[in-house]
């Protein structure tokens, strides 16, 4: 922090000469232009006999601070809730996205094409949902991994006849981590094989106990291919939607979240946002991460050309300067020129961000964080080449929490270290544990840019003694 002498004449309502006299009996030579960091200004202060305080300036907060004000309560109306269908490959994520967009056209929309714009909304007893297209806990923490939180409700999709899969598994911790509440949709109970009990039975193993067997978890039996149940599913969603008491003020400028871009070679850059907050119109100064543009045209999930869109609704927007990434947040300003400055802030800070180092928690710098309070909870994600490690690691590092930090595993798998593993580490801001294996290299790669600390054993003990000299500050540096 620093300040020009003629800005701290002018606060302390003293002339500039008279500053410089100071300045120069302190042995600097400055001129009245010159800026003079925080620390001599203190001393030319006290010596007036008035407290500084410094401020540490954030242009970016500041910008961001002026649309973040809070809404006033009756302002707040109910807002659709935002769905993120999960679960393991092939047991009918995309099937049933498709089997809940087909049953809830409605008779003036039956003549539209659907478009695929990464988002949708349905309607059901006069309730709108919006579904996420892009099914996946991948998908899921990858945004969260940018900063975006999207998603109100998470549907866990298990095939009835095949039962809970590690990628299920994978999906409840990624949603648990999120703090996302799960509804589970059992599946494919069209098959012969079909068997619901012996699925609830499997996720009672992770930590979702049905309701009807007196947990609170709520299971509903579907089928995608002949759209048995999914009524009652939008009926769950709709319920547990009501409980989570979701507003948002329809009233101020649009904030929320890039769904979805690319470069369309005829209409140049093309996102779908989903508005989490205020109303999108056409003609607002948008900002995404870094991009910037006015909103030229807006389109729904229907093909439809639209000139506003509310809370918790996805549109296809056109008019950025450039391609945001998917889990930017955006917002609409009514100055164009703050947009302007906004952007600029970024591209300067990402410069410097390239330079500096990570922050994100690794071994090595665990104890100082500890001691700086900084950190209560150790969050780790446990790979191992068979289950029984897997649940051993777990539970002997769980066994490490002390008075200070919790060792919490927030994720435990069999197998490589994958790039989700990376993306959930990086959004829960953990780190990774290899027994017996290693990263592959897509995970490498991401680590790497996501400054993920990765450890590797081939002892349990090692590892275990490793996070124990780390917690209290004993750590050998890795050479
Ligand atoms: P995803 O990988 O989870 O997105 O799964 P898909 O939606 O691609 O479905 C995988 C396979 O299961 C496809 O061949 C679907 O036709 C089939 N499938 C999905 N849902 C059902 C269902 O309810 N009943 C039956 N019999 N097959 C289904």
């Known amino acids: 922090a620093s300040i020009s002498v003629q800005e701290l004449a002018n606060r302390l309502k003293k002339p500039a000469a008279e500053l410089i006299k100071k300045l120069i009996g302190l042995g600097i030579m400055a001129t009245i232009n010159q800026e003079i960091d925080a620390e001599v200004a203190e001393i030319i202060c006290a010596d007036y006999g008035v407290e500084v305080q410094v401020k540490i300036e954030d242009p970016e907060k500041e910008i961001l601070e002026l649309l973040e004000q809070e809404d006033s309560p009756e302002d707040l109306v109910a807002r659709p809730c935002v769905v993120t269908v999960m679960g393991h490959v092939d047991h009918g994520k995309t099937s049933l996205l498709d089997a809940i967009r087909q049953t809830n056209v409605t008779a003036s929309e039956a003549g539209g094409i659907t478009q695929h714009i990464g988002a949708y909304q349905v309607e059901h007893n006069g309730q709108k949902i919006t579904f996420l297209d892009t099914p996946g806990h991948e998908a899921f923490t990858a945004m969260r991994a940018r900063g975006a939180k999207v998603t109100d409700i998470a549907i866990l999709v298990v095939a009835a006849d095949d039962g809970v899969m590690p990628q299920t598994v994978e999906?409840?911790?990624?949603?648990?981590?999120?703090?996302?509440?799960?509804?589970?949709?059992?599946?494919?109970?069209?098959?012969?094989?079909?068997?619901?009990?012996?699925?609830?039975?499997?996720?009672?193993?992770?930590?979702?106990?049905?309701e009807e067997w007196?947990?609170?978890?709520?299971?509903?039996?579907?089928?995608?291919?002949?759209?048995?149940?999914?009524?009652?599913?939008?009926?769950?969603?709709?319920?547990?939607?009501?409980?989570?008491?979701?507003?948002?003020?329809?009233?101020r400028l649009a904030k929320g979240t890039v769904i979805e871009a690319k470069l369309d070679k005829g209409r140049g850059p093309v996102a779908t946002v989903l508005?989490?907050?205020?109303?999108?119109?056409?003609?607002?100064?948008?900002?995404?991460?870094?991009?910037?543009?006015?909103?030229?045209?807006?389109?729904?999930?229907?093909?439809?050309?639209?000139?506003?869109?509310?809370?918790?609704?996805?549109?296809?927007?056109?008019?950025?300067?450039?391609?945001?990434?998917?889990?930017?947040?955006?917002?609409?300003?009514?100055?164009?020129k703050k947009a302007k400055q906004l952007v600029q802030i970024r591209l300067d800070r990402k410069r410097e961000e390239e330079l500096k180092a990570n922050s994100k928690v690794s071994l090595e710098d665990l104890f100082a964080r500890i001691k700086e309070g900084e950190i209560k909870e150790l969050n780790v994600i446990v790979k191992a080449d068979v289950q029984g490690s897997v649940e051993a690691l777990k539970q002997s590092l769980e066994n490490l929490s002390n008075d200070e930090v919790r060792v919490k595993p927030i994720h435990g798998g069999v197998g490589a270290i994958t790039e989700t593993d990376i993306m959930l580490a990086s959004a829960s801001n953990a780190i990774i544990i290899g027994f017996n294996v290693r990263p592959d290299s897509n995970a490498r790669k991401a680590a790497e840019k996501e400054k993920i600390d990765i450890r590797l054993y081939r002892v349990i003990y090692d590892a275990i003694e490793d996070v124990k000299a780390a917690m209290s500050g004993l750590l050998e540096p890795e050479i």
């Open 214 to 251: 007196g947990g609170d978890t709520i299971c509903v039996n579907v089928s995608a291919k002949t759209k048995q149940g999914i009524s009652d599913l939008l009926e769950m969603i709709l319920l547990v939607a009501e409980m989570l008491e979701l507003k948002a003020n329809p009233k």
């Open 275 to 336: 508005v989490q907050n205020g109303t999108l119109q056409i003609g607002d100064a948008i900002v995404a991460g870094t991009a910037f543009g006015r909103v030229r045209a807006m389109t729904d999930d229907k093909g439809r050309q639209v000139k506003k869109a509310p809370p918790s609704m996805p549109v296809e927007v056109l008019g950025l300067s450039e391609v945001p990434e998917a889990g930017d947040v955006f917002y609409a300003f009514d100055d164009e």
């Open 171 to 210: 999906a409840i911790n990624h949603a648990k981590a999120a703090n996302v509440p799960i509804i589970v949709a059992i599946n494919k109970m069209d098959k012969p094989g079909a068997n619901p009990d012996r699925v609830k039975q499997e996720l009672t193993e992770h930590g979702l106990l049905p």
